[in-house]
């Protein structure tokens, strides 16, 4: 029969374990794992090594975070009780920071030597990479192709098409912007290995999946980005998870690749203080991101004065103005009914300016600004919304919006927004339930199968609290997740002030094909119904378009062509006479527009 057992600094400390409720392990995904231990004997010290064990299984690896002291008695004789509470391995992951670290950097190819530059690209032999450009590769080099990097040197390397292959022949230069994709476990890996030196973490026991080839990863020093939050990103991005185990051994991998030793049916479900619940606590299926304007061109206009007109009509609404030339020279600006003295004058989220005087006839007056809510990124389920529509009336919309504005990256920022979608668009459902089996880890996969309830399905485990009930007997309760996530899931970061730290200025898309930041701008003035509107030609992936729809008398309405936009692009634009639409999308991999930001006024 198995025994519980605790190890301090790696010395067996068992005999001096309180062993009737003094020991619990709380297991998370997602969230540091935690436990209490109730001792006596000698007084440990805050920050030594706690290893919990059940016979040859460690269920709990860390350190001690507090130690609380309670003098106590037991048949007259005075004696301390101490009580430890314990922080899994990924503390220590807490207070060491990246500096300065990018992934997917720009290459220029030369086709004599068949090489690639890159200056300090960060390289090893042999690892896989992927290539992105604005405009056309260098010839020999295709998108959504995974390469294998050889001869290796400080500034360059080159390509193979397999693992030891011949290089690549570069046949030309290219045209555009080129970059580099690094996968996502080779990232993992640097981080590890670059930022978290010397704190013992094993990067060969555990899971470590590939995941996706990221778009970009930048993590300025001055962000003050620990190593788990941009851990925390990552998985976050590739929709995966990570943690150390209690061997500290990293883990990083899809949600659903280990299976759990037993499965619960009809004939063990009674037994086990079964519950089934579904719940919409944390169901969207609207997600925005408020993202930075620094990833964006800012609107630019142009007035040109006649000697009398002294207030102008922005296309858009502004929320911050940048600058204002007139003929060239940089003037001052003022909020309208506050400051004086100013050249021109505006007020936040309106579209007049207002000069002091008027500009003398030819005189050009340049406003450059950013558009209210323009660094805002929308994705959304037309389906879900329906569905959610039809069962409880009403439009069906459950939005969300999450706050990343120190997050420069356009595309960043939408991938994020689908990823939390993805997650979070159908209905949870929980199980709960109780055991004395021993054998699950959080990260399992469980199948249930309990008919009476319908249910035939399998579930993720991400809670899982340990209490010993004696020294030989454990007691665990259990809450698995299905169809979509719960508090406490992948935004635990996000939302519960840095469980692992804030994600700070990480900037990650899913990649792997060509992409461009083109951007388009287009407004419609409407006289008749807009049939089949198809936007720009030849738009490269990764563009945005900005399109404005001023109604007219008709009220007039409006279809996509479908070749061009999304299946599910809104068509209810203003009936309001005047009224402008103001709607911004982004070029997708599978080359149409998809809907970032939407909105109407009079």
């Not at 007020?347 to 207002?354: A, F, I, S, T, V």
């Not at 969300?400 to 949870?428: E, P």
């Not at 209490?467 to 992948?490: E, K, N, Q």
């Not at 996000?494 to 407004?523: F, H, L, Q």
Request: contains cysteine.
């Amino acid at each position: 029969m198995a025994n519980l057992s605790v190890t301090i600094n790696d010395v067996d400390v068992s005999s001096s374990i309180i062993w009737d409720g003094g020991v619990s392990v709380e297991q998370a995904l997602t969230r540091r794992w935690t436990a209490s231990i109730t001792r006596k004997g000698t007084a440990p010290s805050v920050g030594q090594r706690i290893g919990i064990y059940f016979g040859a299984t460690r269920l709990f690896g860390g350190t001690i975070q507090d130690v609380t002291h309670e003098p106590s008695q037991l048949a007259g004789i005075p004696f301390t009780r101490y009580r430890l509470a314990c922080a899994s391995w990924e503390s220590r992951l807490d207070s060491k920071y990246v500096e300065n670290a990018v992934y997917g950097q720009v290459f220029y190819a030369d086709d004599t030597a068949d090489t690639l530059e890159s200056k300090y690209h960060g390289l090893s032999d042999g690892f896989p990479v992927r290539v992105a450009t604005s405009d056309t590769l260098p010839g020999g080099l295709a998108v959504a192709t995974t390469y294998y990097v050889r001869d290796v040197t400080t500034h360059t390397f080159k390509l193979a098409a397999t693992l030891g292959g011949s290089a690549i022949d570069i046949a030309d230069v290219g045209v555009g912007v080129h970059r580099f994709l690094w996968r996502a476990k080779e990232v993992v890996l640097d981080l590890i290995g670059r930022f978290a030196i010397g704190e013992g973490i094993d990067t060969g026991a555990g899971d470590i999946d590939d995941g996706p080839f990221l778009e970009q990863v930048v993590i300025p020093y001055n962000a003050g980005v620990s190593v788990s939050a941009a851990l925390d990103s990552i998985a976050e991005t590739c929709g995966f998870i990570w943690y150390l185990d209690p061997d500290i051994a990293l883990n990083f991998k899809a949600r659903s690749t280990t299976a759990a030793p037993w499965d619960i049916d009809d004939d063990n479900v009674l037994s086990l203080g079964f519950t089934y619940r579904k719940t919409r606590e944390a169901y969207r299926n609207r997600e925005l991101i408020v993202g930075s304007f620094a990833g964006l061109v800012p609107e630019e206009e142009t007035f040109t004065g006649d000697g009398v007109a002294a207030h102008w009509w922005l296309t858009h609404r502004a929320e911050i103005i940048e600058s204002v030339t007139i003929n060239g020279e940089p003037v001052a600006i003022g909020i309208d009914g506050i400051d004086s003295g100013q050249s021109l004058y505006w007020n936040p989220g309106e579209r007049n300016l207002r000069a002091e005087t008027a500009p003398a006839t030819g005189e050009d007056v340049v406003i450059r600004y950013r558009a209210l809510g323009s660094n805002t990124y929308m994705v959304e389920d037309s389906g879900e919304q329906a569905a959610r529509a039809a069962v409880e009336g009403g439009s069906g919309l459950y939005a969300h919006i999450v706050d990343d504005s120190s997050n420069v990256d356009a595309l960043g920022s939408v991938a994020r927004a689908q990823s939390l979608l993805d997650q979070y668009k159908t209905i949870a459902e929980e199980i709960r339930y109780t055991t004395k089996v021993d054998g699950l880890q959080v990260g399992q996969l469980q199948s249930v199968i309990v008919t009476s309830q319908g249910i035939n399905s399998n579930y993720l485990l991400d809670q899982i609290s340990i209490r010993a009930m004696s020294r030989t007997m454990l007691f665990y309760s259990v809450r698995a997740i299905g169809g979509t996530a719960l508090p406490d899931w992948m935004d635990t970061f996000a939302n519960k002030g840095g469980m692992r730290g804030s994600p700070g200025s990480i900037r990650t898309g899913v990649g792997g094909s060509s992409s461009s930041s083109g951007s388009y701008t287009d407004e419609q003035t409407l006289t008749a119904n807009m049939v089949d509107y198809a936007g720009p030609a030849s738009p490269a992936v990764g563009s945005f378009l900005e399109l404005d729809i001023i109604q007219g008398s008709g009220p007039y309405t409006w279809t996509w062509d479908a070749a061009q936009f999304a299946a599910d692009t809104p068509t209810n634009i203003t009936d309001v006479d005047g009224g402008r639409t103001h709607i911004r999308f982004i070029r997708k991999s599978d080359d149409l527009w998809h809907v970032t930001s939407w909105y109407s006024a009079a």
